[in-house]
């Protein structure tokens, strides 16, 4: 039995037009972005077009621009469905269809450009937030929905379309909210999702305890976070049996009983040390978990899952992510877990960087170039672990360059959402900074990217500086 109504009502007219011009195509390209979110919205539609008969072929793109869409443009497709990014590069893409070369169907969450097409999902449409409502997995699983075929059910992908949202850093103090809540409920309905109020540390799965504790470097807690010794002393003090057969345990080894035991000496702790009433309650979030998947993997914890995609499609792998998303768990997820160390390394390994060399403060916003020792298709990342790090300054927004190639920087940036709240708006900042130097850009509000030629870092800043100032003023 098709399920009836949509997750998103909002966005149901537009998902039933789109839905519908995917069905009259004989064949699509499905065109999306290498990141976590881009895998997922990937293997979501893929899936969805699979189950209602539509042919298709898969391609990842690190960036829209006029030399990807003109690429895409030649590929033999008269349809192509766009997911987790076209809409900020409608003003191209609609060029394109202008000049016959193919209808585009887009399902995605970017803050769109200047210019108007028929089959476009986007939840900034409608009045939702594109940053922190629904991601483009999100938006390509209401796609999803409104391509079931007759009898047809496509709740059970509302796994992965959570994972995209968590992926994208959309799950804040209160877990996903707007939107995305409706999502949730459909995958917990479906059976494929768990939600419970838990403790709010990354790698609850995977990480042995002491790990666990070292790097709850946001928590912040005095002698546990980022301390080694500190975290295997805490946990020693604690009555708690800490290893099995020789191995450290890990948070899901933990019965309830024991889980209580160690978040209520962990919040003692952050009390007694003068840790501040907000970052204590912090320690405390919703988590949401994968039944389906073994315990103990990368894949039973949404956030854990993302980063493993991460890891693949940031490295021009997206092919390896999509396979796990699809349900690959032998050759493909292990190529994945070997992607994910070398990840884990450059992560830490730029953020040392980063944390060394410091920042440059401009009026309004602060910036460092990694030139060549951060890779650009991580350099966003790293700068939005960096905000929470002493070493920057969050009153301001940051913004990160890395050499793209000997003509182009890439430039990501990041803010906060209290800087959102206060009127920042960083996809137009990048838009417009960009664009002014003669490149381009655009995202989210509170992170966004542009690409611009190498030698105008300076011309840029100015006019970034300027309009954070005006913003913020
Ligand atoms: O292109 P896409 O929308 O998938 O990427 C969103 C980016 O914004 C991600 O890199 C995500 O980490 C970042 N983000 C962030 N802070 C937020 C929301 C999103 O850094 N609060
Ligand atoms: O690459 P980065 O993680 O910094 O991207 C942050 C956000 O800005 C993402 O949502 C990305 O899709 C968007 N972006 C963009 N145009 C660019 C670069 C990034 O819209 N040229
Ligand atoms: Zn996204």
Redesign the pocket.
């Known amino acids: 039995m098709s399920v009836a109504g949509s997750p998103v009502p909002e966005l149901a007219a537009d998902a039933a037009a789109c839905a519908e011009r995917l069905r009259e195509a004989d064949r699509v390209l499905l065109a999306s ?1 290498i ?1 976590a ?2 895998i997922t919205s990937a293997a979501v539609a893929t899936s969805a077009l699979a189950r209602a008969g539509i042919d298709h072929e898969v391609v990842f793109e690190k960036q829209l621009d006029e030399a990807s869409v003109a690429g895409i443009a030649a590929r033999d497709y008269d349809t192509v469905l766009f997911t ?1 990014f076209g809409s900020g590069q409608l003003d191209v893409i609609a060029a394109h269809e202008a000049a016959g070369d193919f209808t585009p169907v887009i399902a995605d ?2 803050q769109p450009a200047d210019a108007e097409t028929e089959f476009h999902l986007n939840p900034l449409l409608v009045g939702l937030d594109g ?1 922190s409502e629904l991601s ?1 997995a999100g938006a390509s699983y209401v796609l999803a929905r409104a391509l079931e075929p007759d009898g047809g059910d496509n709740r059970d992908l509302a796994a992965l379309a959570v994972v995209g949202a968590v992926g ?3 799950d804040g103090d209160d877990g996903l909210t707007g939107a995305n809540e409706g999502i949730v409920a459909e995958a917990v309905e479906a059976g494929v999702l768990e939600t419970r109020t838990d403790l709010a540390l990354y790698g609850r799965q995977t990480r042995p305890l002491p790990k666990l504790l070292e790097y709850s470097t946001d928590a912040g807690i005095p002698g546990v976070s980022n301390d080694e010794a500190g975290a295997i002393s805490f946990l020693s003090g604690l009555d708690l049996q800490l290893k099995q057969g020789g191995d450290w345990r890990r948070w899901v080894d933990l019965d309830d009983e024991e889980r209580r035991t160690l978040v209520s000496a962990l919040m003692q702790r952050a009390v007694s040390s003068g840790v501040p009433a907000d970052r204590v309650n912090d320690l405390i979030g919703t988590s949401y978990t994968l039944v389906g998947e073994e315990r103990g993997t990368e894949l039973r914890d949404v956030s854990e899952f993302s980063t493993l995609l991460n890891a693949t499609a940031r490295y021009e792998r997206g092919d390896v992510g999509l396979a796990v998303c699809l349900g690959d768990r032998d050759d493909a997820l292990a190529e994945a877990r070997r992607l994910l160390r070398n990840h884990r390394r450059n992560l830490s390994e730029g953020l040392q960087w980063v944390k060394t060399e410091g920042v440059t403060h401009e009026d309004h916003l602060q910036w460092f170039d990694a030139g060549t020792r951060i890779r650009e298709t991580i350099v ?2 790293v700068a ?1 672990m960096a905000v929470g790090s002493p070493a920057v300054d969050s009153s301001k927004p940051i913004v990160a360059f890395a050499e793209k190639n000997d003509e182009e920087l890439k430039v990501s940036a ?1 803010g906060s ?1 209290r800087l959102v709240r206060q009127g920042l708006d960083l996809s137009t900042v990048m838009r417009k900074a960009s664009r002014s130097v003669g490149g381009d850009g655009g ?2 509000d ?2 966004a990217g542009a690409t611009i030629p190498t030698g105008e870092r300076r011309g840029f800043l100015t006019a970034a500086d300027e309009l954070v100032g005006e913003q913020l003023g």
């Open positions: 972005h990141d979110d881009g987790d969450h970017h940053s483009g994208d850093m959309q966003g990342i939005g990041r959402h995202g989210h509170v992170a």
